[in-house]
């Protein structure tokens, strides 16, 4: 089956230690997006790639870094981590730049110890 | 600020009534709107949409109404099934070229289907 898979689906990490976080699909979408989600909170954008062109959010905090070395995966770097960085990170895609409908994998949970 | 609200955090209906979930949001050049259910440890999967051409959009159970001008939208199931027990996150999106620029989420509502 077609989808957007991430690994791990759980990391501890600890405060201050760089950790990478992984996505890759096999529905051969051209967007691919990375939302942080706090508890209780809403999937918030932090960026998106469409191809190899990366659009940042205003609000996204330059701790937060982006690669897509290909089609199929796209990581999320987090340089120093931050208590308040632990939360739900959800990666996205979409088939075509204009597509409203996006398809999500099932998360990868980070907590900071 | 938060652009789309859903201001019912968790609802509970029983078991072949309708559920009704709510969603309001701010900003006008939001022109496309979709729904999306999450069961706990999946990521959310799309559920129903509608543009703000149309007031109404059908789907088997699901039925989404939009009020434009009161920048209102509402999912309605029925009849509700044990199944449908999920958070559901209603999303919006401003370009004019459609979603590409990401969506933008409310809190997500926790519907509970009561036997």
């Known amino acids: 089956d077609a989808m957007v898979i991430q690994n791990p689906r759980y990391q501890v990490t600890q405060f201050g230690k760089p950790v990478t976080l992984s996505c890759s699909q096999t529905?051969?979408?051209?967007?691919m997006y990375w939302y942080q989600q706090k508890s209780s909170q809403a999937p918030k954008l932090l960026f998106h790639?469409?191809?190899?062109?990366?659009?940042n959010e205003a609000d996204t905090p330059d701790n937060f870094q982006s690669r897509r070395p290909n089609t199929s995966f796209c990581f999320l770097d987090i340089r120093s981590p931050g208590l308040g960085d632990a939360a739900m990170y959800l990666c996205?895609?979409?088939?075509?730049?204009?597509?409203?409908?996006?398809?999500f994998g099932p998360g990868t949970r980070l907590t900071v110890l | 600020d938060q652009q789309v609200k859903q201001n019912s955090p968790s609802l509970s209906v029983q078991e072949g009534r309708i559920s009704i979930l709510n969603c309001d949001y701010t900003?006008?050049?939001?022109?496309?709107f979709l729904w999306y259910k999450k069961y706990p440890a999946e990521g959310p999967t799309f559920l129903i949409s509608?543009?703000?051409?149309?007031d109404k959009n059908e789907d088997g159970r699901f039925t989404v109404f939009l009020n434009k001008s009161a920048k209102h939208l509402s999912l309605h199931i029925v009849p509700s099934q044990p199944g449908d027990s999920a958070v559901y996150f209603c999303?919006?999106?401003?370009?004019?070229?459609?979603?590409?620029?990401?969506?933008?989420f409310g809190k997500g509502t926790h519907l509970i289907i009561q036997p």
């Open positions: 999303a919006a999106s401003g370009s004019s070229g459609g979603g590409a620029d990401g969506l933008t």
């Open positions: 509608i543009s703000s051409i149309k």
């Open positions: 790639y469409y191809d190899k062109d990366f659009n």
């Open positions: 900003n006008s050049m939001f022109d496309y």
């Open positions: 529905l051969n979408h051209n967007v």
């Open positions: 996205a895609t979409s088939l075509r730049w204009g597509d409203n409908e996006q398809f």
